[in-house]
């Protein structure tokens, strides 16, 4: 029997999960005294590591059972993923340890306090979509739900016209964000080729809200 890899992939094109796939990359700011990353370096954000613009690509996802076996074996947290790789994906050849991967068929809830106009009013993603705004009346500390702001690729948040918070003002940010992950690790293997034919990949993913944790 011989593997078609043309059809796997196909069938991973058409069962799969749209993805956005960030290649990462050391930071030259690491400490060759400490190997820590500069805190305070703008590119890298004090994380140590940065990343390529998006790449759009295609994942699959495999049986429970893959999960159930590494959990098993203790290499498992709450919420890690694991994921098949098909070799038409540039993350075959590419893909390494903390790229970044921004499933697009999947949202989180998120909700965050903000403060108007401070140096922080950034958020660290783009969100899917903003369900509420709102902040609190200073004087009868009553909620006032306000417009709607827009929200560049990079998380800068723009105000435009109508009822928006006060300057200084903290206020709260409720909607959806595409969920985020990093590559934890790819599965050892000594046989990425069957007689030839260049075989699927699996990796296992984690939250990227655990990202340097």
């Known amino acids: 029997m011989r593997l078609r890899a043309d059809h796997f992939d196909r069938h991973i094109k058409n069962m799969g999960q749209d993805t956005l796939w960030r290649r990462s990359y050391a930071c030259a700011c690491i400490s060759a005294e400490s190997g820590s990353p500069d805190p305070k370096h703008a590119l890298c954000r004090g994380k140590g590591r940065i990343w390529d613009d998006p790449v759009k690509t295609v994942i699959g996802v495999p049986s429970q059972t893959t999960s159930a ?17 098909p070799r038409s994906s540039p993350m075959w050849e590419n893909g390494g340890r903390y790229d970044r991967l921004t499933m697009l068929n999947s949202t989180d809830v998120f909700s965050l306090p903000l403060t108007r106009g401070a140096v922080t009013e950034k958020l660290p993603f783009k969100p899917a979509t903003i369900t509420r705004v709102f902040w609190l009346d200073p004087l009868t500390r009553l909620t006032i739900d306000g417009v709607f702001p827009s929200v560049s690729d990079d998380g800068v948040i723009t105000w435009g016209s109508g009822l928006t918070p006060p300057v200084g003002a903290v206020y709260s940010m409720t909607g959806t964000k595409f969920t985020e992950y990093y590559l934890f690790d790819q599965f050892p293997s000594d046989r990425n080729e069957h007689q030839g034919v260049q075989l699927p990949k699996k990796a296992q993913l984690r939250k990227w809200d655990l990202f340097g944790r």
Not at 69 to 85: F, N, P, R
């Open 69 to 85: 076996k590494m959990i098993a074996a203790g290499l498992w947290e709450q919420g890690d993923m694991t994921i098949v790789i």
